[in-house]
């Protein structure tokens, strides 16, 4: 037969528990099961990293985070969808930005890429609306397709001249700021996307 009193005596037992050591016993627990420590900055807390790669990001993340140093690579949707945040600080040493790793970061206004930078995948920076500034390393070899579509900020963007890209790469509105190697003495051009992929193609129709 089911009995009240034990059930409320074993509640009652549960609630005091609580009031006496509420620090030492429950949120230590919540916080071994979180994988936290009050010596970790903030910006780790909200990071998930496995080896040495960033694989997620918390989505409350806001304002400016720091990427630890000693990271390699930024994995796909890594930062996907943190729409409050502002800025992020790469360290010299992440080599990959994997596909969709920045993706719908509305707020996102700027970011430099370190000069270790080689390849930003697929999607990287697609529909980050308010990003109007990007640095990227002239070491950079290879920016994947819609890595920058719909990035309705972005105006200008200086692109190495050893870069591979896609037709999809960027927006037709963008300008191209460039120094084709086939062309070293005239110094940097700027152009549309548009005439930037069809002198791309006059280049390699010359090869």
Known sequence: MYDINVKRLSLSRIISDICKSPTQSWFSKIKSNTNLSNDQPMDEQLLTIKDTRVVNCSTQAKGEIVIPEGVSEISNDAFLGCKLLTSIIIPNGIKYIGDYAFSGCNSLT???LPE?????GTGSFLNCESLSTIIIPKNLYVIGEFAFHHCKSLSLIEIPENARIYPNTFDENIEIKTTPSSFPKMGPWVMSYSE????????AAKK
């Not at 270790?116 to 930003?120: Q, V």
């Not at 930037?196 to 280049?203: E, G, T, V």
């Open 116 to 120: 270790s930078t080689l390849e930003i």
């Open 110 to 112: 700027s970011i430099v």
């Open 196 to 203: 930037y992929k069809q002198l791309l193609f006059k280049i």
